[in-house]
């Protein structure tokens, strides 16, 4: 059963900083490249935010986030990680990990239906 749980989130002002950490479970976290996702409002659906490949660890950034974030994995622990600097009131959204299929090309799509509950961050003064 697939589990992926996040955290890390919190209130911090506009220009701060903040490390995201999702812990993945129930699939053979080294062969999946893995991503993280942000939803602003549930409504809304979620965007694709930054990717790593499995074995070179080449990242992908979404445009909005590019120069600002940096995701990085540690297959021995199964985690991927997001480090955002200079945050933005634009970027309060609930972050969510997930396993992705896909390359730089073409995209990067879920792997996996299930979500875990996500962690709240909130930028704002």
């Known amino acids: 059963q697939v589990q992926l749980v996040e955290s890390g989130g919190g209130l911090v002002q506009p220009g701060g900083s903040l490390r995201l950490s999702c812990v993945a479970s129930?699939?053979?976290?080294?062969?999946?490249?893995m991503a993280w996702y942000r939803q602003a409002d549930p409504g809304k659906e979620r965007e694709w935010v930054a990717?790593?490949?499995?074995?070179?660890?080449?990242?992908d950034y979404a445009v909005s986030v590019k120069g600002r974030f940096t995701i990085s994995r540690d297959n021995s622990e199964n985690t991927v990680d997001l480090q955002m600097t200079n945050l933005k009131p634009e970027d309060t959204a609930v972050y969510y990990c997930n396993a992705v299929r896909g390359n730089i090309i073409r995209g990067w799509s879920p792997q996996f239906g299930s979500w875990g509950q996500g962690t709240q961050v909130t930028i704002s003064s």
């Open positions: 990717a790593i490949t499995t074995l070179s660890g080449t990242t």
């Open positions: 129930g699939f053979t976290f080294g062969d999946y490249a």
